[in-house]
């Protein structure tokens, strides 16, 4: 993740994914390793140790929301999308939300 404040003042690409933790801005991601990232969290979320630095850093009860962007999605599920006709319905619903990964304690 990039740090929103940096020394340098860079900016980052326009693609880049949003993080937000309690409604604040905290840095971007980029899209290609955003679903990692999700996923890592989650997991140290789950296999919370008490000997563990990261047991402080990623409480149990915080909450890990994904929207992806469409670019992700694309890469993602390319072929799932193009099987069903529902599914158009549902990408039309999905472009409505704002893309970003939206985190809560």
């Given amino acids: ?3 929103i404040g940096t020394d340098f ?10 993080v ?3 409604g604040k801005l905290m840095g971007s991601v980029d899209p290609k ?4 990232l999700v996923k ?3 997991a140290i979320k789950i296999t919370q140790h008490k ?7 990623v409480p149990k009860t915080m909450e890990i929301a994904f929207l992806p962007s469409n670019e992700i999605l694309n890469m993602q599920y390319s072929d799932s999308l193009s099987t ?3 599914n158009n319905s549902d990408q039309d619903i999905k472009e409505k939300f704002f893309p970003g990964i939206y985190l809560s304690t």
């Fill in 20 to 22: 937000l933790l309690d």
């Fill in 84 to 86: 069903t006709s529902t």
């Fill in 51 to 57: 000997t563990d630095d990261l047991y402080e850093c």
């Fill in 40 to 42: 890592n969290l989650r």
């Fill in 1 to 3: 993740m990039n740090p």
């Fill in 33 to 36: 390793i955003a679903i990692e």
């Fill in 9 to 18: 003042g860079l900016t980052y690409p326009q693609n880049y994914i949003p």
